[in-house]
């Protein structure tokens, strides 16, 4: 049995319960050492196997982990974030399948959200956005030409940019391509969650230049959009004037 475990975005109490629980159980651990708190291995169990994948190819993460269900025993593979975003997980479960060995997957705060948190900002305000863009540059994985972020910036929504922060001369070029201007606010937060993190605001012409005076250049996010400006609506949710299925609207 395999479990695909998402560990959260660094801080090592934001991993889920049933993480925490599987990590305790795990007779083999597979961390993605480059971004996993290795201080979440200090829930496993005395004589679990503890391997750091960051240092290995796909074929022989599947190699010990096919040795390890040949034993009878249970991996966890344990991802950074949420193994949804940028997790090569599906060619591991497709992996398993062909292998017939079963698996289970259970998800994880991704740094995205640990971010958001970073810097106590909603990414849907009402009258400013209601849709965040996820993406990334193109790195030495290619990005999709419809997919580029100059197309995606066209519609001013809130984006959240990984894998990026070395790249943020042609993140500020791409954006001002679409419909963000130079002082649309942006943010950089580094290490979400972790003790050392760290978060500056700035705006979309001041993002290369504010990553190099604090010396980021890797395990941050980019934020984008007026959702890190002052403007909003309030919610009709809360609005006494407003009824919805669990409250009536008051007089
Ligand atoms: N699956 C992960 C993302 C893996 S891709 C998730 O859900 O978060 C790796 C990228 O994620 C990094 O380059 C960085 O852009 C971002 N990242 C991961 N952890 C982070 C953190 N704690 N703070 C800021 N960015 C982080």
């Known amino acids: 049995m395999v479990n695909f475990v ?3 975005p660094g801080g090592e ?6 993480g925490a629980k599987l990590l305790g159980e795990a007779d083999c651990i597979i961390y993605a050492g480059s971004l996993v708190n290795p201080a979440l291995l200090k829930m496993a169990k005395e004589g679990c196997e503890i391997y750091d994948s960051a240092k290995m190819t796909l074929e022989e993460v ?3 982990i096919k040795r390890v269900e040949m034993q009878g025993r249970m991996t966890v593979r344990l991802h950074t974030g949420d193994p ?4 090569a997980i599906r060619e591991q479960m497709d992996l398993l399948d062909e292998l017939e060995i079963s698996y289970e997957y259970t998800p994880g705060v991704s740094s995205f959200c640990g971010a958001a948190a970073a810097i106590n900002a909603e990414y ?4 400013i956005t209601q849709t965040v863009i996820i993406t990334r ?10 997919e580029k972020m100059h197309l995606l910036a066209q519609s001013g929504a809130t984006m959240v940019i990984f894998l990026s922060s070395s790249l943020l001369e042609e993140v500020q070029e791409e954006l001002l391509m679409g419909a963000y201007t130079e002082d649309t606010p942006a943010a950089i937060v580094y290490k979400a969650t972790w003790p050392e993190e760290k978060s500056y605001r700035c705006t979309v012409g001041t993002l290369a230049q504010t990553a190099k005076e604090n010396g980021v ?3 941050a996010l980019i934020m984008v959009g007026d959702f890190l400006g002052d403007e909003y609506k309030r919610s009709l949710l809360y609005h006494p004037e407003f009824t919805t299925e669990y409250r009536e609207a008051s007089k």
Request: glycine letters at 12%.
């Open 6 to 8: 998402g560990a959260g």
């Open 217 to 219: 250049t890797k395990t």
């Open 62 to 64: 599947i190699d010990v």
């Open 124 to 127: 849907t305000l009402p009258d």
């Open 84 to 87: 949804c975003l940028y997790g």
């Open 13 to 18: 109490d934001l991993i889920t319960l049933r």
């Open 137 to 146: 540059m193109e790195g030495r994985t290619p990005v999709p030409e419809k």
